[in-house]
């Protein structure tokens, strides 16, 4: 009976796909093209201040030109409580067709800078609901971490989603940095 109902009822399994990742290592058009992973999927950044690379090579736009390994998008001056923030848009014709979010980042602070990113998401740009937190080490290392968000129902099936990034905990200024900011999603 039971191979009976598995040949009539199959089970339909269901995968992430990451489709858009954020390599700031070799986005070297972005933020007009970051490196879109999935066809029809548009994606762009915004941010409060200006940035610099991990490197420190350039700041602004050419903040994101692939100069050397390693490299990361920074804020100089993480201070402030959620004032200061890098916001993530996701769109494109076929973005839809997905739902059951999940993002996976990086994160890296001087010994002074903002210890804790408080994640958000959007629909519309305007209203963020704060969904989770992640602790960035002051020891030079990056901390990662995935964040399931694919019990956000309101969050499936739309043509533009948005994510926030901000920062708060800096004992002074501070230098915040992250990398590798990676959006999945299951079609």
Sequence with gaps: ILLLAAILFPVVVFSQT????????????YPVSPL??????TSSCSWTES??????TAS???????????????????????????TFQIGGSD???????????????????????????STDNITFT????????????FAQQVLDLSSITSLDFHSDVYFR????????????????FQVQATE
């Design 18 to 29: 990451t489709i858009v990742n954020y390599d700031f290592n070799g986005a070297t058009s």
């Design 36 to 41: 879109t992973t999935a066809t029809n999927i």
């Design 51 to 56: 940035f610099v690379t991990y490197c420190g």
């Design 60 to 86: 602004g736009n050419q903040a994101f030109i692939s100069n050397s390994s390693n490299e990361a998008i920074a804020m100089s001056n993480s201070s402030g409580t959620n004032t200061k923030y890098w």
């Design 95 to 121: 973005l839809s067709n997905y739902k059951s979010y999940k993002l996976y980042m990086q994160a890296q602070r001087s010994s002074t800078g903002a210890d804790t990113l408080t994640i958000a998401y």
């Design 130 to 141: 704060e969904f989770g937190t992640i602790m960035s080490p002051g020891d030079g290392s």
């Design 165 to 180: 990034v901000m920062a708060s905990g800096a004992s002074s200024g501070g230098t915040l940095r992250i990398d590798n």
